[in-house]
């Protein structure tokens, strides 16, 4: 059976004949696979590729065993409640949002390709830390390879956007396809049938920047028009500060995180450093948190907050809310 090689499929294996790093390799054998079509005439090719992009995953993991650290712009060590990170064209206003948002500071510039490495920075919310990643541009042939691996291993994602630029749409599509690469899916769109293995479901969330430009929002009503389904829309001004108080608890409930004070028994709970949990986590997982040994030894839990009344007693596999004061008994 004929493998119907589309050209972008033989464009990407172009590319990894020409990759020098084993991170190149790596990415473009990722992107050979995730652009491969799947059928029974491609079988043979899908196994060879998954085997290569093993070997090479492994050889990775061995030097990074082995040391010496080196800076690796591919990944960010996740902190606080969850890391989003942000992407989008040149100058649509990446730096200045995360400056905006955060209390680090990237340069922020009128000129183009400005941030060269990723900086996180954290954005305080209530009593968490949300961290954003700043990221360089992502333009047709000037996209970092490693940006997919940023992707990838973030929680969520953020599509910068200028509304008032000419090519919202083709900047999209550039995006989307760093998504591809990265094998990341948005939350709450319907998998089509077709849909690669392995992809990673995860929030999206597209952000129509310079509102202050757009008064009556015309550009940013297009641009939230080409946005596809499952991506949700927020208009904002990091310049002028627009729609960004609405954005901060967005990007802290779209994590899908709960927050829970934990107490020892006839001591008050410690209301400043809350343990921040998946939504659904259960009087267990609270107690492996807080230590390990505990996580096995922990028979039930008093809880304050969602419970039918304050200090009502609950089993190991009772199911936490938001902002529950728990006091764990083994
Ligand atoms: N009017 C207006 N200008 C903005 C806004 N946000 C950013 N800018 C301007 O847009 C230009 C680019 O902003 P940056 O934050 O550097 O953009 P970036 O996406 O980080 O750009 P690169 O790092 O080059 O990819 C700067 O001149 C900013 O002052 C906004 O909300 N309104
Ligand atoms: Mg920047």
Redesign the pocket.
């Known amino acids: 059976m004929p493998a119907n090689l589309t050209p972008q499929y033989k464009e990407a294996e172009q590319r990894f004949r020409r990759a020098t790093s084993h991170d190149e390799k790596l990415e473009t054998l990722r992107e050979m696979l995730a652009l491969l079509p799947k059928h029974k005439g491609t079988e043979k090719i899908q196994a060879d590729l998954r085997h290569r992009v093993a070997k090479l995953e492994e050889e990775g993991e061995h030097a990074r065993r082995a040391g010496p650290q080196r800076f690796d712009p591919g990944h960010v060590r996740r902190e606080g409640a969850g890391q989003w990170v942000?992407i989008?064209?040149?100058?649509?206003?990446?730096?200045?949002?995360?400056?905006?948002l955060t209390h680090a500071h990237?340069?922020?510039?009128?000129?183009?390709?400005?941030?060269?490495v990723p900086l996180p920075g954290m954005m305080p919310f209530e009593d968490v830390q949300v961290q954003l990643v700043?990221?360089?541009?992502?333009?047709p042939h000037h996209t970092e390879p490693y940006l997919a691996n940023l992707v990838h291993s973030a929680d969520g994602i953020l599509l910068?956007l200028?509304v008032?630029s000419d090519d919202v749409e083709e900047s999209l599509h550039e995006l989307l396809s760093v998504m591809e690469r990265a094998r990341v899916w948005p939350e709450g769109r319907p998998l089509p049938p077709d849909a690669p293995p392995f992809l990673l479901v995860k929030p999206v969330i597209a952000i129509g920047?310079?509102?202050?430009?757009d008064p009556d929002e015309t550009f940013a009503a297009l641009a939230r028009g080409s946005i596809p389904p499952g991506i949700t829309f927020h208009s904002?001004?990091?310049?002028?500060g627009?729609g960004l108080e609405d954005l901060r608890p967005t990007l802290f409930e779209r994590l899908a995180c709960i927050r829970i004070y934990a107490k020892e028994p006839g001591k008050k709970p410690d209301l400043e450093k809350p343990f921040v949990l998946k939504r659904g986590a259960t009087v267990r997982a609270l107690a492996l948190a807080v230590h390990k040994e505990l996580g096995e030894r922990v028979k039930y839990a008093r809880i304050w907050g969602t419970a039918r009344f304050d200090g009502q007693q609950v089993d190991r596999d009772h199911v936490l809310s938001d902002r529950d004061v728990a006091e764990l008994h083994s």
């Open positions: 942000l989008g064209p040149p100058n649509s206003g990446k730096s200045a949002l995360v400056r905006a990237p340069e922020v510039a009128a000129y183009p390709f400005t941030t060269r700043d990221t360089p541009a992502v333009a910068v200028d008032t920047n310079k509102r202050d430009l904002v001004s990091a310049e002028h627009a």
